[in-house]
Every structure is written in C-alpha cells, then in structure tokens.
C-alpha cells in the first residue's frame, strides 16, 4: 500500500512539469481581482508581462504589459521564489483590477507563453500537497473552509487546516509503531527473562490508543455533520382542521 502511494505520488508530480496560471478571486466585477501563477515558468512570465523579476516577497506597484509593449492593467505583483511559497513551487502573484474584461486580457496574456496552462479546480493545493507543504487532512480543509456554511464549520476546517486533527493522527500513529515495536520484540526474543507484555503496561497503552481512535472517528463523523449538514424528518399526525398539515 505503501509502495502504491508513494508511485502514485511521484506520477502526479511528475505531471506537474508544466506552469498553471488561474485567477485567485470570486468571478465578476470587484475592486480587485488577483491572478496566480506557480510553476517553473512563473520567473519567465514576471519578466515578459513585468519587464523584470520583483524582488522577493516585496508589494512591487508596476504596469501589465501585453505582447506589443502596451500597458494591458498596472497593479500590485508579488513574487514567491520557491520552495518558499503554498505551492514550494516559485509563484507570481497579481492584483490588479477587478473588471472580468481587464482579467480576461491578462490572462490571456499570460497563456501566450509556452508552457503556460489554466490549473484545474484545486490544482494550487494539490501542488502544495505534493511538495510536502500540506498534508492529506490540510488540503481537505482548504475546501471545507471555502465551502463552510456555518460558523461552526468554518472554525473546524480552520482547526484542521492548522494541523490539529493531523497532530492527532501522528500522535496515534506513533504510538502504533510504539506497541508494535514491543510486541515483536516479544515474539522475537521469548527466552529473554524481560517479559514486555507481562506486566500490563502494553494493554493499558493499547487501551489508550483505542479511546483515541475512537475520539478521533467521533470527530469525524461531527466535522461530516458540519460540512454536509443533517437531513431531518418532521413527521406526525395532521392537525384537525388545517390541510396544510
């Protein structure tokens, strides 16, 4: 299983040897609209649509060029040479104006270069994924906090996009590899005079992880009634008098 994740993985980053470029902002009219780039060609398109590299993690106020030279959008381009970005990929950023007629040009300015492509839906985070900058439960987050209804659910996804329910599982797995470590030494070594199972430590810490794990699964099962709501029935006699009831 292991062998299968870890194939899995290195085939979808090596699918990732292109650039993806998509817009950061609700679609439609705003102050500001943000379109992100992250690849290995993100240096390339600060220097065709920029006219140079913006210094690192600096706001840098400079117009948006088109293929001929003339100023498509001027705004704000922030620049994220990897790893040291979401993605761990190098990344450009720009905020520019907000009108779906100014981000369209842009982008189609940015797709004139080779290489370039629109990331798919969630394409960012499954980068930032592969990279090692977020695990499996972090990522998930991402979308339950776009997609939370409730106050209540956007506090769980946040929780968990700050690594909390991943500290539980690590916590939990290691204290698997704990037991385990134990217990094969046991079955290993029977004629050596320290028994570990013996003396009950191994059960009481199996009892643990099994509360765990089941503390854990009732989390779950709260954090799916949070995302996905609850269907309920109100069922009942029709009062007298009242069809609509």
């Known amino acids: 299983m292991t062998a299968f994740f870890i194939a899995t993985k290195l085939r979808l980053t090596m699918s990732h040897n292109d650039t993806i470029v998509a817009q950061a902002t609700p679609p439609g009219r ?17 220097q065709e649509v920029l006219g140079k590299l913006p210094k690192p993690r600096y706001a840098d106020y400079l117009p948006f060029k088109d293929v001929d030279g003339s100023t498509l959008d001027q705004g704000i381009a922030l620049w994220f040479p990897g790893p040291n ?78 690594g909390a329910f991943s500290a539980r599982v690590n916590h939990l797995v290691e204290a698997l590899t704990h037991l ?30 099994i509360a765990d794990l089941d503390a854990v699964r009732t989390e779950a099962r709260q954090g799916s009634l949070l995302r996905e709501g609850m269907k309920v029935v109100i069922a009942g006699r029709r009062m007298p008098g009242n069809p609509a009831c």
């Open 30 to 46: 705003g102050g500001v609209g943000i379109l992100r780039i992250s690849g290995l060609k993100a240096r390339d398109v600060a």
């Open 85 to 162: 970005s979401f993605t761990g990929e190098d990344v450009l950023e720009l905020q520019g104006h907000g009108g779906p007629v100014i981000l369209d040009l842009l982008l189609k300015r940015i797709l004139t270069l080779p290489g370039v492509r629109i990331a798919r839906p969630g394409e960012f985070s499954e980068r930032a994924f592969l990279n090692d900058k977020l695990d499996l439960a972090q990522a998930e987050a991402i979308a339950d906090l776009i997609d939370a209804s409730s106050e209540q659910a956007a506090r769980s996804a946040l929780n968990s996009l700050q």
């Open 180 to 209: 385990r470590i134990y217990v094969e030494a046991a079955i290993d070594f029977p004629d050596e005079e320290i028994d570990f199972l013996s003396d009950g430590k191994i059960e009481a810490q199996l009892n643990g992880v």
